[in-house]
């Protein structure tokens, strides 16, 4: 079976994919800074829960020393977790919009790299955003052109990079970053859009399950690659 760990996982976008991988049949690890939050999701799910705050060294090497403990490998990593950091640009409001939007993203990939080298076909999606696209933000025709989230849309670029990176770095793991569709969540609650978290789960379930002969290093959305 399928070992796939997922971070912030216990709602949103995290908690639909956690939902229709355990369905697919993958053992999945609900990663939830929340105990409380977590375990009653992945008790929801039929899933398994681990503590992960992906801004704590400590946490994220326990996460992984359980996963690693109990099933002696890990095939499919989910960078799920993220912040929508929509405040005035600020030395403290970047700085907590990177470490989990980025720097978060290091901390787990690196943290579950030699579980990743023991599956047979490993796999890391990082749930990016288009707003960290320079071709879509300076692009009128986009609407990615118009919205002012300056914080969000460097930190989703950096975490971007970073899965190209890991890409060329590792040549024996699949790295994608993802740019799911604007979603119905907590995140976008305050601008009253979004569509159906259960389609946006279905394009990150989609790089999830890729072949062996899978694209990877490449940002995209459920349409295919896209310009960076």
Do not use: C
Not at 168 to 174: D, F, H, R
């Amino acid at each position: 079976m399928t070992v796939t760990l997922i971070t912030g996982a216990n709602k949103g976008i995290g908690f639909e994919t956690a939902r229709q991988l355990s369905a697919l049949g993958h053992i999945v690890y609900v990663g939830a800074r929340d105990a409380e939050r977590g375990e009653k999701a992945a008790a929801t799910l039929g899933a398994r829960f681990v503590q992960l705050d992906v801004t704590r060294d400590e946490s994220v090497a326990e996460a992984l020393a359980t996963i690693g403990a109990a099933e002696g490998r890990l095939d499919v990593l989910v960078n799920n977790a993220g912040i929508l950091a929509n405040e005035a640009p600020t030395g403290p409001a970047a700085l907590r919009a990177f470490d989990v939007n980025a720097v978060g993203m290091v901390r787990v990939t690196e943290a579950a790299l030699p579980l990743l080298r023991k599956s047979a076909n490993p796999t890391v999606v990082t749930v990016s955003s288009s707003m960290g696209s320079f071709w879509a933000v300076t692009n009128p025709e986009r609407p990615e052109f118009g919205i002012p989230l300056a914080l969000y849309a460097a930190s989703k670029a950096a975490a971007t990079m970073l899965t190209i990176q890991y890409a060329k770095s590792q040549p024996g793991i699949k790295f994608n970053a993802l740019e799911p569709g604007t979603t119905a969540t907590d995140m976008t609650a305050a601008f009253g859009i979004g569509r159906p978290v259960q389609e946006s789960a279905a394009v990150v379930v989609r790089l999830a399950t890729l072949g062996a002969d899978g694209p990877t290093g490449t940002l995209r959305d459920e349409n295919g690659e896209l310009p960076f």
